[in-house]
């Protein structure tokens, strides 16, 4: 039962945010047009370009869209053109060099008021938590798996978060591996590959697969932020993995934990993954699994 000192706590949360980012204002970060304007420019210079992708990401429907694309147009700030999809019905949106110049500008000053935001913060881990549990929690959209390169900055930032939480978890420092150009390599096609959860332009999982030998593959790295835990985000995960590792010719997968990471032994049980005997020197690892595919 939801009780109503809970229920005031909720309203008063969504007043101060409203009144803080400006959702009310006609002239959002001073550029002169409302929030939900500005969240189209955005969108679409983010590269929500196809009328139905930025439809959908935005929960907007077609008519509202349709307002706030004439006004865009009308500035001189995006163009309309037939998609470069199959479908001749579907249109494109893009941002003309004026829109860029706005797009870059709304960047700017949203990057510069959330640097003001978290420097009044004398807690700005719990809070930055807090901000991630809300996002999960809120968040319309599920969060999207795709392949990603070793060396990309989404990646260097999962594997941050994944070390600041072993050394957490550990009592020790764990800093991110440094990998040679061979290692890289191995996480990617065809030997291997590492994937990101993505939800919002944000990073909330990561795992990797690299080759042990021809026939098996080393699931590693997989690292979920805690806000979006018990929402089957590992799970989707690991069967992504384990896609991956049918579809470029593997035909089992290992991987090791800790004794410190109990949730993730319990894991791989449900998933179906066996207990064998130590294959490898991690001196971290205490659990040794495989799973035939």
């Given at each position: 039962?939801?009780?109503?000192?809970?229920?005031?706590?909720?309203?008063?949360?969504?007043?101060?945010?409203?009144?803080?980012?400006?959702?009310?204002?006609?002239?959002?970060?001073?550029?002169?047009?409302?929030?939900?304007?500005?969240?189209?420019?955005?969108?679409?210079?983010?590269?929500?370009?196809?009328?139905?992708?930025?439809?959908?990401?935005?929960?907007?429907?077609?008519?509202?869209?349709?307002?706030?694309?004439?006004?865009?147009?009308?500035?001189?700030?995006?163009?309309?053109?037939?998609?470069?999809?199959?479908?001749?019905?579907?249109?494109?949106?893009?941002?003309?060099?004026?829109?860029?110049?706005?797009?870059?500008?709304?960047?700017?000053?949203?990057?510069?008021?959330?640097?003001?935001?978290?420097?009044?913060?004398?807690?700005?881990?719990?809070?930055?938590?807090?901000?991630?549990?809300?996002?999960?929690?809120?968040?319309?959209?599920?969060?999207?798996?795709?392949?990603?390169?070793?060396?990309?900055?989404?990646?260097?930032?999962?594997m941050?978060?994944?070390?600041?939480?072993?050394?957490?978890?550990?009592?020790?420092?764990?800093?991110?591996?440094?990998?040679?150009?061979?290692?890289?390599?191995?996480?990617?096609?065809?030997?291997?590959v590492?994937?990101?959860?993505?939800?919002?332009?944000?990073?909330?999982?990561?795992?990797?697969?690299?080759?042990?030998?021809?026939?098996?593959?080393?699931?590693?790295?997989?690292?979920?932020?805690?806000?979006?835990?018990?929402?089957?985000?590992?799970?989707?995960?690991?069967?992504?993995?384990?896609?991956?590792?049918r579809?470029?010719?593997?035909?089992?997968?290992?991987?090791?934990?800790?004794?410190?990471?109990?949730?993730?032994?319990?894991?791989?049980?449900?998933l179906g993954?066996?207990?064998?005997?130590?294959?490898?020197?991690?001196?971290?690892?205490?659990?040794?699994?495989?799973?035939?595919?």
């Amino acid at each position: 039962m939801i009780s109503e000192s809970e229920i005031r706590r909720l309203r008063r949360f969504n007043r101060v945010v409203t009144s803080e980012l400006g959702a009310m204002d006609q002239s959002f970060l001073g550029r002169g047009r409302p929030l939900g304007l500005a969240r189209v420019l955005q969108a679409i210079g983010q590269g929500k370009e196809e009328l139905r992708d930025l439809r959908s990401y935005l929960g907007l429907d077609s008519g509202l869209l349709s307002r706030h694309l004439r006004v865009l147009e009308a500035e001189k700030l995006v163009v309309a053109a037939p998609s470069q999809t199959q479908d001749a019905r579907q249109k494109r949106v893009t941002l003309t060099d004026a829109g860029h110049r706005e797009f870059d500008a709304y960047e700017a000053l949203s990057d510069q008021h959330a640097q003001e935001l978290l420097g009044r913060s004398r807690k700005r881990k719990e809070l930055l938590a807090a901000i991630d549990l809300i996002s999960a929690t809120f968040g319309s959209r599920q969060p999207r798996i795709r392949r990603a390169a070793p060396t990309e900055p989404d990646v260097t930032y999962a594997m941050g978060e994944y070390t600041s939480e072993l050394s957490d978890r550990f009592g020790r420092s764990f800093a991110v591996p440094e990998m040679s150009e061979a290692e890289r390599q191995d996480f990617l096609p065809p030997r291997g590959v590492f994937l990101l959860a993505v939800q919002d332009n944000m990073a909330i999982a990561s795992g990797g697969l690299r080759p042990i030998d021809q026939y098996c593959a080393e699931v590693k790295r997989v690292w979920v932020n805690p806000a979006w835990r018990g929402q089957g985000v590992s799970r989707d995960m690991m069967r992504s993995l384990e896609d991956e590792a049918r579809e470029l010719g593997y035909a089992s997968v290992r991987l090791d934990t800790s004794r410190h990471l109990q949730e993730a032994v319990s894991l791989y049980h449900a998933l179906g993954y066996r207990e064998i005997a130590r294959y490898n020197d991690n001196p971290d690892a205490d659990h040794f699994f495989e799973k035939m595919l």
